[in-house]
C-alpha cells in the first residue's frame, strides 16, 4: 500500500465539466478486445435488456478518451459518489474519512476504523429519499459494520446508528460496496470471510452472510428489517441474503433493472457478472467455478443452477490480479458510450469496456492504449451527470472524450 500523502499536500487540479480537444493526443485506431467474454446457453439467464444502443451526435466525433486529473495526493480513496436530488460529489477515504469535492472532510470516523491491508472504510450511499449517509467498513476487530448518519443533525460521528454487524474471520475478502438498488433497499455485498480456496466453506451456504449480496431495509427498525420477497425469509438460508457464491464482490453497481458485479479471483481469473436485479437466489458459482473454469473439483464441475460470467480476464492478461468492479456511462459528453460499462483491474490498471445486449458482452473495447495506466485502480464513481470518475490508490481522474 502506498504510503499516505499529508492532507496539505491535496492539490485540485480541475473540477469543471468535460473539456474537448479538436485533435487527437492518442493514436485513434480500433481498441484491441482482449477479454474473454462467454455466457453457455446452458446457464444464461433470460431478460430482456433496456440498455440503450451507441448513440450518435451532432458534433465532432469521437476519436478516443482520456483521463482529466480532479484530485491528487489523496490518502487512498475507495468509493466516489452523488446523491439524490442534490449538487456535490462525495467521496469516501480508506482511513475513515468522507469528502465532499470542493469541501473537505464532512465526517470523520478513522477513530474506529481499521485501516489496514483490505480492510478500512470500504463503501458508502446516501438514502433515496431522506438526508441519511451509510457507511460500510471495517471496526476495530477487523469485523464488518453498516452504519447510518443523519445529515440533519450536522453528520456527527457521535450520532451513528449501527445498522448491521458481521463478524469477519480473516483479514481480507471483506467485500464493499454498499447501494440502494432500483427496488429502495440497500444492498451490501460481503466476501467469503477470507484465506483462500473458501477457506470458512461460505460460498454456497445461504446460511452464513459471507459470500453474498445482502438485501435490507436499514431504517424500519433499530438495526434493520428484511424485504418482504427477499428469497430466504422462509427459510432454507439467511433472510438478509439476495444472493450466494461470490469470493470477493468489491465493486458492484446499479444500471436500469441489471446489477453487474466484479468479483475478485483466486489465483488465475477474475470475473464481471451481469444479472436481473429482480432476480432472487442467483448462485454466482464460488468456489464451484472461478471465472467459467471449474475451481472444486478443478475438471467436471457440476455448472447446473449456477449464473456464470460475462466477462472473464486471466492472470496473464496485461498484469491482471485484482478485479476492479466498475459502472455504466449515462452521461452527456460521450452519448456513443451510453450504456457501455466500464472496468478495471487493480494490478493492471488497464480500461475496458463492453456493452451487455441482454444474452452476453458485446462491442468489448479495450481504451489503455489512449488514457494510459493511472496507476492501481481501486473503484469507480458517477457524478449526477452520469459521467465517470476512476479512483486509484492517490488520485481521482475522470473520463473524458477526445474529439
Known sequence: MPRPVPIGALLLVLACGPAQEQSPTTTSSEPATTATSATPATTAIATTSTTAAASTTAGPPLVGLRYTPVLEGLPFPTVLTSRPFADGIYFATKNGQVWELGVGVILDISDRVTNSGERGLLGMAWHPGDPLLYLHYSDSNGDTVISEFDESEGLDPSGERIVLQVPQPAANHNGGTIAFGPDGYLWVALGDGGGGGDTFGTGQNPDDLLASLLRIIPWATETYAIPPDNPFIDGGGSPEVWATGLRNPWRFAFDEDLIYIGDVGQGNFEEINVAPSSAPALNYG???????????????????????????????????????????????????????????????????????????ASQQQDWTEQVGIPGQVVSFGQDATGEIYVLTTESILRIDPIR
Not at 498484469?319 to 452519448?335: E, H
Not at 460499462?341 to 441482454?358: E, I, K, V
Open 286 to 360: 464460488w468456489p464451484v467455478t472461478e471465472g467459467l473454469h471449474c475451481f472444486e473439483p478443478p475438471q467436471g464441475c457440476d455448472l447446473e443452477g449456477l449464473t456464470l460470467p460475462v466477462i472473464e480476464v486471466a492472470h496473464a492478461d496485461s498484469g491482471t490480479c485484482s478485479i476492479t468492479g466498475g459502472v455504466v456511462y449515462r452521461g452527456s459528453a460521450i452519448p456513443e458510450l451510453t450504456g457501455h460499462y466500464f472496468y478495471s483491474d487493480y494490478c493492471g490498471g488497464w480500461l475496458r469496456s463492453f456493452l451487455f445486449d441482454g444474452a452476453g
